[in-house]
């Protein structure tokens, strides 16, 4: 059974960064193309970045392009979502997500973490 935990959310002021991780466990990464998703209250589930089981493409939503960067690290089994220049709109719940590639479905999930961007 995949089983993805996030971690990394918190509180930061506009213009700030943070890393999110998100750590994989009972399956290699190199299996799963894992994706970044985040749901606001009020709006709808938003993918906003993907990247192939193999490390080798990414997809980035034009919300967060050029401000959001996803990584992966295969020792670690784990991806981050590096998040520059935040902005207020970005707060939301922040969740990984585990399939074979990048799409909108997904089977396995995290918990989420929150993001709060405020002064």
């Known amino acids: 059974q995949l089983q993805l935990v996030e971690s990394g959310g918190g509180l930061v002021q506009p213009g700030g960064s943070l890393r999110l991780s998100c750590a994989v466990s009972g399956a290699s990464l190199d299996y799963y193309a894992i994706k970044w998703f985040r749901h606001a209250p009020g709006k709808e589930r938003e993918g906003v970045s993907c990247i192939s089981s193999r490390g080798t493409s990414t997809e980035t939503a034009d919300s967060v392009k050029g401000r959001f960067t996803i990584s992966r690290e295969s020792a670690k089994n784990t991806v981050y979502l590096q998040m520059n220049s935040l902005k207020p709109e970005d707060t939301a719940v922040y969740y990984c997500?585990?399939?074979?590639?990048?799409?909108?479905?997904?089977?396995?999930w995290g918990q989420g973490t929150q993001v709060t961007v405020s002064s």
């Open positions: 997500a585990a399939d074979t590639h990048c799409g909108d479905f997904f089977i396995y």
